[in-house]
């Protein structure tokens, strides 16, 4: 079996983890789920990382920051292979994302109130009246964040 050539500057992983901030083990996840094609190979049969390895390991780094799922990931990356294609399904995956992002905000908010709320009826004197080991104790009675 021939094996593609490298380009000149293709580079190894250690350094393609580097240069793209992904850790080596992540790269070879990728590559093993399909989000990162296959690198060519020296004849030592070590990977070399081209330019748009680095790129494309770079966009999936920071969809992975921006919290999307490695199926959107991987749907994204296939738009972004077909540009003459319509942005309707990337815009209809950042409404998604944003859907979630704005629900676990909502989720986060009543999670401040009800801490913000159990510290201020504290009496800071014995446990034996503590509103904050009340509430945790017995959330239901309290309102307490299902």
Same mark, same amino acid.
Do not use: W
């Given at each position: ?33 399909? +989000? !990162?094609?296959?690198?060519? @190979?020296? #004849? ?11 790129? &494309? %390991? $770079? ?16 749907? +994204? !990356?296939?738009?972004?292979? @077909?540009? #003459? ?11 998604? &994302? %944003? $859907? ?47």
């Amino acid at each position: 079996m021939e094996r593609e050539k490298a380009p000149e500057t293709a580079v190894p992983i250690g350094d393609a983890a580097r240069l793209s901030g992904v850790k080596v083990p992540t790269i070879r996840y990728y590559e093993q789920i399909g +989000l !990162l094609p296959a690198p060519a @190979r020296t #004849e030592g049969n070590r990977r070399l990382y081209a330019g748009t390895d680095l790129r &494309r %390991l $770079a966009f999936i780094r920071h969809a992975r920051e921006l919290g999307f799922d490695v199926d959107a990931i991987r749907t +994204l !990356l296939s738009l972004q292979d @077909r540009p #003459e294609q319509s942005c309707a399904s990337a815009d209809a995956i950042a409404r998604a &994302r %944003l $859907a979630e992002v704005r629900q676990r905000m909502a989720k986060l908010k009543a999670l401040e109130d009800e801490l913000t709320r159990m510290i201020d009826e504290c009496a800071c004197g014995r446990v034996a009246e503590c509103r904050v080991i009340e509430t945790l104790a017995e959330p239901h009675r309290h309102g307490a964040l299902a």
